[in-house]
């Protein structure tokens, strides 16, 4: 189906107002706490047929699946247990079926004249659903964890892939009883005994595929409690006073919520995307619903948890809202075999029948194009005796190439996102995206100086953009960044290296630390031009200091990920006045600023290194050694590479979202933080899982005999660490989400 005919986000957000307005009039989310209530549900479900719910899923062109999960995410918001999951699923089903028991089956159900309990039966992977038996038209057997089924007319089984059994609810040989799970209301255990029963005939279908729909529909609706939960918390922390003052200002809840947030923006972007692709047909919708139901279980539950923990006592008040929303989230994140059959799905298109890589993304026609564009020029011109040389060399000679900078030079493609007026292509963010990717999966060195051209194109006079910007895009200058001191690493507005004026001249004196692109043409340094200032980051300001300068003593120093940094003295430094790049106190502007439009692309520069490096680490895992089986086939190590691709998909997918804000030219600077923070720990997660993996071997390092890959791995671990800390701790990230993102007071 063409996106033309599909629903637009629009509609979507259309239908999520409607939907969160009329539940918020029609229904109260106490109304379970009194017990079973099937009279409530059946009269709220009447009501939303009215809103046109019923029928999502019967036509891809009305409402598809993503339609689908908007609805499921506001009944969970709402605590509503309405029984749209099985109507969705019954639409899903049968439509398109002309059986005239489908086609009247959906009509009365469009209608509001039925309301349809469904059950996986035999089919639950979970094994605790129990079966049912047809028989000369009887059903006998006993099935468990029915939703709704006390309020609904008729009970809807899966048979095989071809037929379902449709039983009335108030039938001879029924019988219906409420069952209480997680503390809560809503199941139900229904016991046939020889109960008429109608078989439909249908399309051979995959009954998997419905059940997979079915997971998302409930990871969306426990979407929907853990969100709701999480506002209430986040609200809570605004107001709750302790020690004199709101506990929103506490760094430890500030971290808490960010955290919950984090993992929430990733739920969120990987279940609306594996709808979208089953909405669209594409092949790979089963792999990335399989993801998203992998990464929602585990990620719901922890927010869940951590939800109730800043609460505290009221928050395990039966009175109060939230307790609701955790037993919704812990109900609906383990049915269906949860995210360990999730995950089984996840480990058998990686690695069963030769395997299959992590999917590319769809970047769009020009996206596209340019990833293949750059895989050939580097086909052509980095490959072969080049590049093996290269390989060669130590890590700490493999960081930067001049000739190879020069070569991507002549492309131009440094300046890939560049605007035009500064020499660049003004290509969009999928583009670039699709640039860094394909470098990424060829290993080819650095190159250009990102934010250091940002904050020339945003803050340079017109003569210092014609004199250093076509430097950059030449590939002929590097620029370090100066910026940490020994007394001021996240806290920059401590930095105490000066810059006083000398007639047309500033003098610099200090000492800068932990400075990577040490051996640049320049430095992009800050310093203190007002030892004064109030706050102290007003009197900072920005220079370009080339490291030819007089006065400059470098001490390098190997890190513990084998590169290198350098202790750089600055001894009356004179450089002249033009090199000052801002206003005189402006600095912390010039500063942030390049920061903030480069951080959005970082998290997604790392997790591609992850997703690149976790393909080395699949095909090591599906190789066979003569005297043992591959590890591919140990399910401990199936499940690990499965938790590892179903979060490499979150991390692209909070790249995805960050390129799409810097498409419409707006990205709140914490979304680039989320995106950093999430990907990077997941760098070292990465790393300590591929030496749990590949064992003791994995841990020889570079140059060593044996050693796997040059010792990729372990390399890759130590490494890690620095993308933790680089352009902002972390932690200082945390603080910006909360801040920022959550309004928690500073």
């Not at 009335?168 to 209480?180: H, K, L, Y």
């Not at 299959?356 to 026609?365: H, I, M, S, T, V």
């Not at 004064?532 to 900072?540: E, Y």
Request: charged letters at 20%; hydrophobic letters at 45%; a negative charge.
């Amino acid at each position: 189906m063409s996106a033309t005919e599909l629903p637009t986000e629009d509609t979507r957000e259309m239908l999520r107002d409607s939907l969160r307005g009329f539940l918020g009039q029609q229904w109260r989310t106490d109304t379970m706490n009194r017990g079973p209530c099937p009279d409530e549900i059946a009269a709220i479900w009447d009501k939303l047929v009215g809103q046109g719910v019923a029928s999502l899923g019967s036509d891809p062109g009305m409402g598809g699946l993503r339609e689908i999960l908007v609805t499921m995410a506001e009944l969970g918001r709402a605590a509503c247990p309405a029984p749209m999951w099985s109507a969705a699923l019954a639409n899903l089903a049968l439509a398109g079926s002309q059986a005239e028991a489908s086609v009247d089956l959906l009509s009365r159900l469009h209608a509001g004249a039925a309301r349809i309990a469904f059950s996986p039966g035999a089919f639950d992977p979970g094994r605790a659903t129990g079966a049912i038996e047809v028989t000369n038209g009887r059903a006998s057997g006993l099935l468990r964890f029915v939703e709704a089924a006390g309020s609904c007319s008729h009970l809807l089984v899966p048979l095989s892939p071809s037929t379902f059994a449709l039983v009335a609810m108030d039938a001879s040989g029924v019988r219906c009883e409420p069952t209480r799970a997680m503390g809560a209301w809503g199941f139900y255990e229904v016991r046939l005994n020889a109960a008429p029963v109608d078989v439909i005939e249908i399309e051979v279908r995959a009954v998997d595929d419905l059940l997979r729909t079915g997971k998302l529909a409930l990871m969306a609706r426990a979407y929907g409690a853990a969100r709701r939960a999480f506002e209430l918390a986040v609200d809570y922390a605004k107001e709750r006073r302790q020690f004199g003052q709101p506990i929103g200002k506490f760094q430890a809840i500030q971290h808490k919520l960010a955290n919950c947030f984090i993992l929430l923006e990733g739920v969120r972007l990987i279940v609306d995307h594996a709808a979208e692709l089953h909405d669209r047909n594409d092949l790979n919708w089963r792999y990335f619903a399989d993801c998203a139901a992998s990464f929602s279980g585990e990620a719901l539950r922890r927010v869940s948890l951590e939800t109730q923990h800043t609460f505290g006592a009221i928050g395990y008040a039966e009175e109060h809202e939230a307790p609701l929303h955790f037993k919704r989230v812990h109900l609906d994140t383990i049915a269906l075999g949860g995210s360990a059959y999730a995950r089984l799905g996840i480990a058998s298109f990686l690695l069963d029948d030769g395997g299959a890589e992590l999917p590319q993304y769809d970047l769009g026609p020009a996206g596209n194009a340019l990833r293949e564009q750059v895989r050939q020029w580097l086909e052509e011109n980095w490959s072969g005796e080049r590049k093996a040389v290269f390989d060669a060399r130590p890590f700490a000679k493999r960081e930067f190439d001049a000739d190879f900078a020069l070569d991507i030079g002549r492309t131009g493609w440094i300046g890939l996102g560049w605007p035009k007026q500064f020499g660049g292509q003004a290509r969009s963010p999928l583009e670039q995206i699709a640039f860094i990717e394909t470098m990424e999966r060829s290993e080819a060195p650095r190159i250009g100086a990102a934010i250091q051209a940002n904050a020339l194109m945003m803050f340079g006079t017109p003569e210092q953009q014609k004199k250093y910007l076509p430097e950059i895009l030449r590939g002929e200058a590097m620029h370090g960044m100066g910026y940490s001191e020994p007394q001021a690493g996240s806290d920059l507005a401590a930095l105490r290296t000066s810059a006083k004026r000398d007639d047309d001249h500033w003098v610099i004196n200090g000492q800068k630390i932990w400075t990577t692109t040490w051996w640049g043409k320049y430095m992009f340094l800050a310093a203190r031009t007002d030892k004064d200032a109030k706050p102290p980051h007003a009197g900072i300001s920005m220079f370009i200091v080339p490291m030819s300068a007089p006065g400059i003593s470098i001490h390098p120093a190997t890190t513990m990920y084998d590169g290198s940094f350098a202790n750089i003295f600055y001894d009356n430094v004179r450089i002249p006045h033009d090199n000052l790049v801002g206003e005189v106190n402006g600095g912390w502007k010039v500063l942030t600023g390049a920061l903030a439009f480069e951080r959005g692309l970082v998290g997604g520069g790392i997790v591609l290194k992850v997703a690149h490096a976790f393909e080395q680490l699949r095909r090591h895992i599906m190789a066979t050694e003569s005297d043992r089986p591959a590890l591919a086939n140990d399910p401990i190590v199936r499940d690990r590479m499965a938790v590892l691709a179903s979060e490499i998909e979150v991390g692209r997918q909070l790249m995805m979202h960050c390129a799409e804000l810097a498409a419409d030219a707006v990205t709140p600077p914490e979304y680039g933080a989320i995106s950093k923070v999430f990907s990077s720990e997941l760098m070292e997660r990465f790393g300590e899982a591929a030496l749990d993996i590949l064992g003791t071997r994995a841990a020889l390092s570079e140059q060593m005999p044996d050693a796997i890959d040059n010792g990729r791995f372990e390399q890759n671990l130590r490494h890690s660490l620095m993308w933790v800390i680089s352009i902002g701790t972390n932690e200082i990230q945390r603080n910006l989400i909360a801040q920022r993102a959550l309004g928690l007071p500073r």
